[in-house]
């Protein structure tokens, strides 16, 4: 297996992908309630009520490989193979695989915890930045909604590093 990095050459690479996901989001009717960009993969938590996962991910990663290929002059298969998914058959589960995915760059030892990771989705939904457009509010209505689910959440997260985060409630303006 490769591993080919998919996103090294600085900003620019994670903010086209972010841009083509808002993108997706829109055209597929998609409901993203996480996501975390590394440098060689890149994880989403999310609804497809359309039943379009499939069609989605093709286009999305057709088209980020075919602006990345245009970019650095180079031909050929950016990701290595189909992309994998799971039903997640209970809101625990999802919640579960929200943390997994907010501590993917602190399990990888680039960041000491994941609201320091710009690249994913756990700063905006525990209120430290504003919410992108494209990231459903989802997770924290599941938690319960209101003020409090941004810290249930840093709390749930925090707990599986063993360093429960702030008490106070995070809320970006």
Not at 3 to 11: Q, S, V, Y
Not at 63 to 84: H, T
Request: glycine share 10%; aromatic share 12%; with cysteine.
């Amino acid at each position: 297996m490769e591993k080919r990095p998919i996103f090294d050459r600085g900003p620019s690479d994670r903010e086209q992908f972010l841009a083509l996901l808002a993108y997706v989001v829109r055209r597929f009717g998609w409901q993203v309630h996480a996501y975390c960009l590394m440098g060689n993969h890149f994880h989403l938590v999310l609804d497809t009520p359309g039943a379009n996962l499939s069609d989605g991910m093709r286009y999305l990663k057709g088209e980020y490989a075919q602006w990345l290929n245009a970019v650095i002059g180079r031909e050929g298969a950016l990701f290595e193979r189909r992309f994998w998914s799971r039903i997640a058959l209970s809101e625990a589960y999802v919640i579960e695989l929200a943390r997994y995915v907010a501590l993917n760059p602190v399990r990888a030892g680039l960041v000491r915890s994941p609201d320091e990771w710009m690249w994913s989705s756990y700063a905006a939904t525990i209120g430290l930045e504003a919410r992108p457009a494209f990231l459903s509010a989802g997770l924290l209505d599941v938690l319960g909604g209101g003020r409090s689910a941004h810290v249930r959440y840093a709390q749930f997260v925090g707990e599986a590093i063993g360093r429960p985060l702030s008490d106070e409630p995070y809320l970006a303006q």
